[in-house]
């Protein structure tokens, strides 16, 4: 009997292992001979150097790194018969960001599909050119300039919280800051609120924070990459039961604001410059003026923007804040830059005082440079195309790596320094246009960039208004994770001491 059983399962075991490799085990042999002219570390047959990566996640990016400084500018791993190619410098990563050919996402953001489904995120082809012109519009300028008053409001929250908790004590910044983004992308994206800072929605709030954690799981597990065996997986049900929660919520609102919609009949579009909107508000009238986009469609967007809206900005204000208290002179020197804005009053922040916080924008800037929410990304390859005279042919993956770019000695002398003063105008334009890629660059590039900046000028001039940063944690003690969004593991705790006034 047990002998059938070990049959059975060595069976299930090759089937599942087949179910990996067939999509890719017929990449020619043509395919094989190009990316085995690349260099990189010795995999083993079928699995390739997947058990290299196979390790706790905060192992992940010193592997990859050791890996870029022995093989830079370009080296290749094989994984489960996927060829990835990793290209590491301005010259190389151009080659691939700035063509209108190589836009289609890697695999790996499979594991996204179930919550964002084909949304602007991971779509390809006319739909996501579609979709990228539809929404450009709504990161215009002028409605930017909307939401300026969800920035103040939000970071008046959050300093007000700050205040109650950790004034004077040493706090978890992260958790913060992960609550004000998540109502900040929700506001603007959506129209409603989630009150995430005050603890309400607290089941959508704790949805939307618990997937993230379900991403950096797969991700980690190369075992679970694939729907099938992903099937198996202890977390598979949970995983579906957050994405009832995450899409009920979603469609739910989606109604609401069809039926508001048609019954106030507004032009969102024609009123583009002159009224507040979100994002969804612009959907629903595009949906109702062309029959173009389903419900699907909108809910698809709606996460997107969610998802890639308040992770990655939430890590970067716990950087930053982070280096700001760590580097007092680089706080004495924002806090001068405040105090010429604003004086001593408590004034909202305004949308014309944004372009006046050179210094703190050169801050944020030097801290993405540090530590780039989003530490890689991939292309899939759409033809043959030719980097450092290696031939990388289509189907292979391209992975590029701002995190490791940015500490590349040559394009930054003393790397691991934080010196805001890299990023004055006369040394970015000595730059080469592709070595500062926290935003990634080209036609994919980060349409949210504007939108997450101002965010962070609002958010931390006023923390720094209200409170000073001492940082308690050294760098090198931090333990990073990276697997989607680079972020400090189990958090980042530091002390804040308020000042005199606090926003009211
Ligand atoms: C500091 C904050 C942010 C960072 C560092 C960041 C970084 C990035 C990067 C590197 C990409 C390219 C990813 C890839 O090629 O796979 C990207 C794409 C994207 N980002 Fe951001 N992002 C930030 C904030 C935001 C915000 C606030 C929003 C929305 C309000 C947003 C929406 C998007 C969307 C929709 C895409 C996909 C664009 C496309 O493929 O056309 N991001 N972001």
């Not at 390790?55 to 094989?78: A, C, G, H, M, N």
């Not at 994206?189 to 704790?206: C, L």
């Not at 959907?283 to 809910?299: N, P, S």
């Amino acid at each position: 009997m047990i002998i059938y059983l070990v049959y059975f399962a060595v069976v299930v075991v090759f089937l599942l292992l087949l179910h990996e490799v067939v999509p890719y085990k017929f990449q020619s042999i043509r395919h094989h001979l190009m990316i085995d002219k690349i260099p990189g570390p010795k995999g083993i047959p079928i699995l390739g150097n997947a058990l290299q990566f196979n390790v706790p996640t905060e192992e992940f990016i010193p592997i990859l790194k050791k890996l870029y400084d022995e093989y830079y500018p370009v080296y290749k791993i094989w994984f489960l018969g996927v060829s990835i190619v990793f290209i590491g410098d301005p010259d190389g990563v151009e080659k691939i960001l700035s063509s209108q050919q190589h836009i289609v996402k890697s695999d790996d953001y499979l594991i996204l599909e179930p919550w964002l489904c084909k949304g602007l995120l991971t779509s390809a082809g006319t739909k996501w050119h579609d979709r990228r012109k539809l929404l450009t519009p709504a990161f215009h300028f002028k409605i930017l300039e909307d939401y300026v008053h969800v920035f103040n409001k939000n970071s008046k929250i959050l300093v007000n919280k700050l205040a109650e908790n950790a004034s004077g004590s040493t706090v978890n910044i992260f958790k913060y800051m992960t609550n004000c983004t998540l109502d900040i992308i929700c506001e603007t994206a959506m129209g409603t609120t989630v009150d995430a800072q005050n603890g309400g929605q607290s089941e959508y709030v704790a949805a939307v924070k618990r997937m993230s954690e379900l991403f950096q799981y797969r991700q980690l597990r190369f075992w679970v990459h694939r729907p099938l065996t992903f099937r198996f997986c202890p977390v598979y049900e949970e995983q579906n039961h957050v994405l009832n929660i995450l899409h009920g919520f979603t469609e739910r609102i989606i109604t609401e604001r069809k039926a508001e919609y048609k019954s106030r009949n507004s032009n969102v579009r024609k009123n583009l410059k002159s009224k507040r909107i979100s994002l969804l508000d612009l959907l629903v009238e595009v949906a109702d003026e062309t029959g173009e986009l389903t419900d699907l469609d909108i809910r698809e967007e709606v996460d997107t923007f969610m998802f890639e809206g308040h992770d990655t900005t939430a890590a970067s204000l716990t950087w930053t804040i982070f280096l700001i208290g760590l580097h007092p002179h680089v706080q004495d020197k924002i806090e001068e830059e405040l105090q010429e804005i604003f004086g001593d009053s408590d004034r909202e922040v305004k949308m014309e005082d944004l372009s006046a916080m050179k210094y703190l924008e050169q801050v944020i800037k030097e801290s993405l440079r540090l530590y780039p929410s989003v530490p890689q990304f991939g292309r899939k390859i759409d033809v043959d195309i030719e980097i450092h005279g290696y031939k990388i042919p289509a189907g292979a993956h391209c992975i590029v790596m701002p995190l490791f770019m940015h500490l590349n000695p040559e394009l930054y002398p003393e790397p691991y320094k934080f010196d805001p003063d890299r990023f004055t105008p006369d040394k970015v334009q000595g730059r080469h246009p592709f070595a500062y890629l926290p935003f990634s660059a080209g036609p994919r590039n980060c349409i949210g960039q504007k939108f997450a900046l101002m965010e962070e000028k609002i958010v931390l001039s006023t923390i720094l208004r209200n409170f000073r940063i001492q940082s308690l944690e050294k760098p090198e003690n931090i333990k990073v994770t990276g697997e989607l969004i680079l972020r400090p593991k189990g958090g980042m705790e530091v002390k804040l001491t308020r000042k005199q006034r606090i926003t009211s």
